[in-house]
């Protein structure tokens, strides 16, 4: 299929990028660069042995979009594109509904005028509200800050086209907290400014960018107390979006959501010290009040992904760690700027 990737030069849409043209399908990349910089298709140039067809515009513009759809042949997007960032999400909301929904709606009426009815979405376990522990794809949407509302929407409105248009075949794919990099250790997250995630943070930690970890609260209903989350290996996600795009080809049904995640819970304390693992010393922290608006558990139920997509994460937690670090320590400052 020849591909439309949608954010295709951001952390986690890089990744599929590689996988896609690995599977045989032909790829045409759209970033404004918001929060990406252009060396990064330099590098998947060089790992995919391929020239990358970017177009560097905002998805928001309606008509650039359609004068892309009328002047390329695609059978499928994928959309990453969007603002990800819960804190800033509270600050900036008009911003994040703007972004979040405005690329989804030029890009799906683009599609219908063309006829292109494919298309990956980009959501989140966020969309699970508070009760994250071994979500299944049936549980009630809702959200607790306007990221998350923007995904929670986002969700409806292509289960509304779905139903208007049942032609359509729309993926949701439910990302649980996608950490690591490409084994190369030459593409993975470069966040701009001081991280919110947690691998990104020890990370940079272990780089000696931050002082040390500050652990959000140790006194939650956990075994250590510390914030217990699903992470996956941004391969294995990106692997889900390749099965994704398949089954999309063979299914009947307008639209199917699926929960990419591993099924298990890690903390806070274990991640750290897996990290350690991979560094090969002791890494600092200290324990702090609790982050507001965080929640004790997030774990997928990840067995309808597996059972329709033939989709499984293979990569363990000590695998997420060292793909980090060799990204990390051999780009300490993230992508260069030329
Ligand atoms: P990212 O910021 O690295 O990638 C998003 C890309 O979209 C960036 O390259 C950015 O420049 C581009 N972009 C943003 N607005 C655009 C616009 N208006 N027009 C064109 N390009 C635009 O983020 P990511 O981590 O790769 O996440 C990709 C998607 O997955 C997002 O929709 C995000 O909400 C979702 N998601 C991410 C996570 C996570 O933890 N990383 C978890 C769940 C869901
Ligand atoms: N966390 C932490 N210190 C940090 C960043 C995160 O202790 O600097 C904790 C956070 O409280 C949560 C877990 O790490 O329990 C994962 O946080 P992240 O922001 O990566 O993912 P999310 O909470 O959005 O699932």
């Not at 989350?229 to 307008?254: F, Q, S």
């Not at 329709?308 to 937690?317: F, N």
Request: charged fraction near 25%.
């Amino acid at each position: 299929m020849r591909v439309l990737v949608s954010g295709g030069a951001g952390y986690i849409g890089s990744h599929t990028v590689i996988q896609l043209i690995a599977a045989g399908h032909d790829v045409l990349i759209v970033d404004n660069f918001a929060n990406a910089k252009p060396t990064v298709v330099n590098r998947l140039e060089a790992i995919t042995g391929r020239h990358l067809p970017v177009q560097a515009f905002d998805l928001r513009d309606v008509d650039k979009t359609e004068h892309l759809f009328a002047h390329e042949q695609l059978d499928a997007v994928i959309h990453f594109a969007g603002f990800k960032a819960v804190g800033e999400s509270v600050e900036k909301p008009l911003e994040y509904y703007e972004n979040n929904l405005g690329t989804t709606f030029s890009l799906v009426r683009a599609m219908r005028r063309h006829g292109v009815a494919k298309l990956v979405f980009s959501s989140s376990a966020t969309v699970y509200g508070t009760d994250q522990e071994s979500a299944t794809e049936d549980r009630p949407t809702s959200a607790t800050n306007p990221y998350g509302w923007t995904k929670v929407m986002q969700e409806q409105i292509l289960r509304d086209v779905a139903v208007a248009d049942p032609t359509m075949r729309i993926a949701l794919l439910r990302y649980f907290n996608p950490v690591g990099a490409h084994e190369s250790g030459t593409i993975g997250e470069d966040p701009t400014g001081i991280p919110n995630n947690l691998m990104p943070f020890i990370a940079q930690v272990a780089v000696g960018r931050r002082e040390k970890l500050r652990v959000f609260g140790d006194d939650y209903d956990t075994p250590d107390g510390t914030g217990v989350r699903d992470y996956i290996h941004v391969e294995d996600l990106a692997a889900g979006h390749v099965a994704a795009l398949a089954r999309l080809a063979r299914t009947d049904d307008p639209i199917s959501t699926w929960n990419l995640g591993t099924g298990t819970g890690t903390s806070v304390l274990e991640l750290l010290h897996a990290f350690e693992r991979a560094v090969g010393r002791e890494l600092p922290y200290e324990v702090v009040e609790r982050r507001a608006g965080d929640i004790a558990t997030s774990y997928a139920d990840p067995s309808r992904a597996q059972a329709e997509l033939g989709w499984v994460a293979k990569k363990s937690i000590d695998d997420m760690c060292a793909d980090q670090w060799r990204w990390q320590s051999q780009n300490p400052e993230g992508y260069p700027d030329a």
